[in-house]
């Protein structure tokens, strides 16, 4: 994804999408914050929060676009940052000692020897007997 991905003018139905989760995330942190950990400081203005933006948001949705562009644009980073973290991991963790090990048992799965019998990589197919096959993809 890049910058240019972001929606800058969203549909009516993702504002209020974004809207009904704006109010049911602000007022389960208010409740969380009021009740478990005892700061009804927080709770209270996190609700209100919640209300004020979230309420108006589900009846007109328009009004929402400013802060759903900007709240886009603050929370992009984050998310670009965590899926380079996740691929650097996945590639690292995964598939390297996979690899690692393959090398290590001697596997070639991408057959990148050449065997000394051959001039060239290429590996002979048969062509199919039934040319209708190709017309049947799945």
Do not use: H
Request: contains cysteine; positive net charge.
């Amino acid at each position: 994804m890049t910058w240019a991905d972001i929606q800058r003018n969203p549909s009516t139905k993702t504002l209020r999408q974004f809207a009904g989760v704006w109010l049911v995330f602000f007022l389960a942190l208010a409740a969380y914050q009021g009740w478990y950990r005892n700061k009804p400081g927080w709770g209270l203005g996190l609700a209100v929060l919640a209300v004020v933006v979230g309420g108006p948001g589900l009846l007109f949705p328009r009004i929402l676009r400013p802060i759903y562009v900007g709240w886009m644009m603050l929370v992009f980073p984050i998310g670009w940052t965590v899926s380079q973290i996740m691929l650097l991991l996945m590639f690292y963790c995964i598939i390297t000692p996979i690899a690692f090990v393959l090398r290590l048992k001697g596997r070639d799965p991408l057959c990148r020897k050449r065997a000394p019998d051959r001039p060239s990589f290429w590996t002979p197919k048969e062509t199919p007997a039934d040319l209708r096959r190709y017309f049947r993809q799945y």
